[in-house]
Nanobody, 126 residues
Framework: QVQLVESGGGLVQAGGSLTLSCAAS????????MGWFRQAPGKEREFVTS???????RYADSVKGRFTTSGDNARNTVTLQMNNLKPEDTAVYYC????????????????????WGQGTQVTVSS
């Protein structure tokens, strides 16, 4: 099992920035993908960004150019830098982790991940 702990959520005005971090522990070794998903009230959980064991990344179209994800393999942590935040970015943000083969695929679907953090609230006021 892999345990994930998110931190860094909060309240920010539109146009502001926040940084989220996710620390993985337990059997978090080997090749992996680590993703960020979000869920707004009344909506399904949706993909935000993910990063693979070799640093490859993918982003949802809605956050491209504003969000950046980076990983530190030595510390088993992933950071999500969110800039130019918009009210529609308001949601609970979840970190997710899955073990993978040593391949080039960056996974973006909820059902491709089997370890999840507890979530952290991000609220963007207009």
């Amino acid at each position: 099992q892999v345990q994930l702990v998110e931190s860094g959520g909060g309240l920010v005005q539109a146009g502001g920035s926040l940084t989220l971090s996710c620390a993985a522990s337990g059997r978090a070794f080997g090749a992996y993908n680590m993703g960020w998903f979000r869920q707004a009230p009344g909506k399904e959980r949706e993909f935000v960004t993910s990063i693979s064991w070799n640093g490859a990344t993918r982003y949802a179209d809605s956050v491209k150019g504003r969000f950046t994800t980076s990983g530190d393999n030595a510390r088993n942590t992933v950071t999500l830098q969110m800039n130019n935040l918009k009210p529609e970015d308001t949601a609970v943000y979840y970190c997710a982790w899955t073990r993978t083969p040593f391949d080039a695929k960056v996974r973006i679907n909820v059902d491709e991940y089997d370890n999840w953090g507890q979530g952290t609230q991000v609220t963007v006021s207009s």
